[in-house]
């Protein structure tokens, strides 16, 4: 199976043997990172289910007994409109006499009614139906819906191999510090080198030199920065502030000029409380935030060099 992604392989395996035994649970829920390609798996499995072939579908692969549910255009939530209708086809008659799969990506957007008029069909499913749900934060989704489902757990590869499937692919862009934005996710890694995120990486970093030496404001930069999609930015912000943690408790030599300035002016005691900071405003992300007042929250305390920035744990 050259096209299966190598951090697939052992999930896959679990998958094919249920299906070779006839033990396919009613309920799947892929979990893990954004940036491993669950969406991709899924389909995968809804193909193996619906056509018994042990091979990844088209981009543009359909089938009548297949039903994706997801967000609809300008919406932020799945709601319970859409889930009601998938319940209803679920229990319908299969167009080729087998299973009926449906797909729900990304299920941490359903909002509360939805999941719950989705733990009818999970506690009480119909034969020959397979539910597949996707989702990346697992701080979602109530405890009653995901305790009725089979979890498989996807975790990002370890850092070499990702970085070795990278290369292969396409060298040339800063893997390493690409991977290191996306959490260890090759795939996100690969979107953002796509987006040019090489590129953002060394303004950022200028950014934040400037507000060190006082020569540029949070509220502009801030607003440069909202350019970018906002989980982005934090993501970059994260992974700078844990490289910048892991310079200075080394004590680095030999470092480049844009590391120098923050090396000379941050202490690492200040960097532990704000890399925290950072992390609750990732956990924020898909609420109703305000992107500018969210960055500039977290750019004013290089005014000061993160000294005197917390006020009770909040910047």
């Known amino acids: 199976m050259a096209d299966l992604l190598p951090w697939h392989r052992a999930p896959w395996q679990r998958i094919r043997r249920a299906?070779?035994?006839?033990?396919?649970?009613?309920?799947?829920?892929?979990?893990?990172?954004?940036?491993?390609?669950?969406?991709?798996?899924?389909?995968?499995?809804?193909?193996?289910?619906?056509?018994?072939?042990?091979?990844?579908?088209?981009?543009?692969?359909?089938?009548?007994?297949?039903?994706e549910t997801t967000l609809l255009e300008d919406k932020k939530q799945i709601g319970v409109d859409q889930i009601r209708e998938l319940c209803a086809e679920l229990v319908?008659?299969?167009?080729?006499?087998?299973?009926k799969v449906a797909l729900i990506h990304p299920a941490d957007k359903m909002n509360t009614h939805?999941?719950?008029s989705l733990l009818k069909t999970l506690e009480e499913p119909t034969a020959r139906?397979?539910?597949?749900?996707?989702?990346?934060?697992l701080d979602t989704l109530p405890a009653t819906v995901a305790s009725r489902c089979?979890?498989?757990?996807?975790?990002?590869?370890e850092r070499a191999d990702a970085l070795a499937w990278l290369e292969a692919r396409e060298p040339g862009p800063a893997w390493t510090r690409l991977l290191a934005i996306a959490g260890g996710a090759p795939l996100r890694a690969r979107a953002l080198a796509a987006a040019g995120m090489d590129e953002v990486d060394r303004a950022y970093r200028r950014d934040l030199a400037a507000l060190v030496r006082g020569e540029d404001s949070a509220a502009r930069i801030a607003g440069r920065w909202e350019k970018q999609p906002l989980e982005d930015s934090l993501a970059w912000l994260n992974a700078f502030v844990t490289e910048l943690i892991r310079i200075l408790a080394t004590d680095g030599d030999n470092l480049s000029a844009d590391l120098q300035i923050f090396q000379r002016n941050i202490r690492l005691a200040s960097l532990f409380g704000y890399l925290d900071e950072i992390q609750a405003a990732i956990a924020r992300t898909g609420t109703a935030l305000t992107p500018q007042l969210v960055l500039e929250g977290l750019l004013v305390p290089w005014c000061h060099r993160l000294e005197g920035a917390f006020q009770g744990g909040q910047i």
Do not use: C
């Not at 669950?38 to 091979?55: C, H, N």
């Not at 139906?129 to 934060?137: A, G, M």
């Not at 089979?150 to 590869?157: E, N, S, Y």
């Open 92 to 99: 319908m008659t299969a167009h080729a006499d087998g299973y």
């Open 129 to 137: 139906t397979l539910l597949i749900l996707v989702r990346s934060r």
């Open 150 to 157: 089979q979890r498989l757990r996807f975790a990002a590869p």
């Open 19 to 67: 299906w070779s035994a006839d033990r396919l649970p009613h309920a799947l829920l892929l979990e893990g990172p954004a940036g491993l390609g669950k969406l991709e798996f899924a389909r995968r499995v809804a193909a193996l289910t619906l056509t018994d072939v042990d091979e990844a579908p088209d981009a543009d692969w359909r089938h009548p007994d297949l039903r």
């Open 114 to 116: 939805a999941a719950n």
